[in-house]
Structures are given as C-alpha cells and as structure tokens.
C-alpha cells in the first residue's frame, strides 16, 4: 500500500557564506522562504511545521508564489531531503520527475539514453527494452535519436525525456513543472500519456503553475505560502482561494464533466 505521512516536519538551509549583518538589513519581498537571522549562521526556512498524509490514490496539485516551498516539499517527499525537525514516512517506490534534464548523458545517443534515463526512475533493462521503440515513435525524433544528445534543441530533449517519463509505472509520480517547454501541438499529444501515466501510478504530487495540466491530472491541492501548508482541499477549493477567482467558472459543462467537476 502506498502512502506518504509527514508530521510537524521542518526543512531548514543554512546559508554558510551569507552575511549576517547585510541579510539582517534586508526587506524582503513576498516570495520565498522566510530566513532567520538569530542563529550564527542565517537560515533559510524553506518549509515549516509540515503535516500531511498522502495516500493510494491521491492526484494531489502543489501551488503556491515563486519560493513558496513547492519544489523543496518534493524532495522531502521523495526522500531526498531529511526534515531538519519532526518526521516523514514513505511507502513506495518513488518516481521522481522535477528536472527533464537529469540522468541525461550530452555524449551518448537519444536511444541510449532512453534506457539510461529508464533505469535512473526504477525500471529495468528488460521493461526498457520492451517500450523503447513506443518512447522513440512517440519522440518523432526520427534518425536523430542516433546522434549524440548534445545536438539536441531544448524542445527535442524534452520530447524525448517526456517519452520516457510517460512510459514508465511509478507508485508515487513527483512531478516538478519543466514539463511544458515543448510546442503546443506536442503537448496535446504528450497530455494523453501524462493523462494515462497518472492513472497508471498509486500517488501524484505536482507542483505546477500550469492550471491547465493541473485541471487534467490533479482532483485535490495543496497551497503553499512561506513554507508552510496555507490551505488544503479539493483543487477547484483552493485554487479558488489562491487565484481569488473560481478558474473553472467559464468552463463549458462537457469540460467540467471530463475533469470530474459536477459545476
Ligand atoms: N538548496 C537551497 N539552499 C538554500 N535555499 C534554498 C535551497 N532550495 C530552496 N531554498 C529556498 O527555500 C525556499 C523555497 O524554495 P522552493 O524552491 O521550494 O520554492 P518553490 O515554491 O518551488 O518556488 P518556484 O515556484 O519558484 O519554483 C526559497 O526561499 C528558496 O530560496
């Protein structure tokens, strides 16, 4: 079964070469996390007193300002970060998405590196082997996936990245933004995988400031404001209260009806 449980947990950074007495002088703005000046060495408080359960099932949207924790709160979900303070539990196999670019190799062949980046997310050579030609149709990369990476464009690398990440079987799928670098008319296509991907998978996380893929593959959300968990509820709740306008008020009932929202 799969689940995450965090409880009353902290990520601190401690930001060794700052300067103490210009940070102190500091106004800060309205994003990021807050930074604490007390201790001698200054702090960044990137998320603050968490709590949260997350279960088999859940499709759940991460939203919040630039700094707010989102990205950070992903990697102590993943395991990635320990909580400086209070604990976090995690059963299941984590497939973490945050950069398209990780576990890619500028020197070696799209195709390779298909297989590379398969076994980086927990899959094996033999399961790789088998959607290798699936990934590389779905890619139109062509003859170029024998050619080295790095005469990739930004676009043809996150085809290709985002061939692989729709094609594997993950019980929990963090997801980080980055996945909307590509043209319109590939993102249609790579939107069904992604659709099909999440219904594959036991548990999303997303941090997105896309409300468009939120609408698609997220049912419940969590808003994120200085690090600590500002709100919690079904998505149309609280991107309602984080937007102060309901951003599914114009939608016509067919759309509604497809996104499992009653209107
Ligand atoms: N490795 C790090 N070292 C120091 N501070 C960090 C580090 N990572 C994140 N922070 C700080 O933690 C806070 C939260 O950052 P985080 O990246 O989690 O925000 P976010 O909500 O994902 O933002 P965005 O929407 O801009 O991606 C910010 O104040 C940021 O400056």
Redesign the pocket.
Known sequence: MVSIEVHNASVD?P?FDAKTRSLKKAVLGKV??KIGTEARVPV?E?LHDITLTLKEGDRVALV?H???????LLRLLSGIYEPTRGTSRIRGKIAPVFDLAVGMDPEISGLENIMIRGLFLGMSRKEMEKRVDDISNFTELGDYLHLPLRTYSTGMRVRLALGVVTSIDPEILLLDEGIGAVDAAFMTKARDRLVDLVRRSGMLVF?S?SDDLLFELCNTAIW?DE?QVKMQGSLREVLTAYKGRDPFEHMSKETLERLGETG
Request: hydrophobic share 40%; aromatic share 6%; net charge positive.
């Open positions: 950074f930001i990021g996390g960044i990137a919040g630039n700094g707010a924790g989102k990205s950070t941090a400031h994120m690090g």
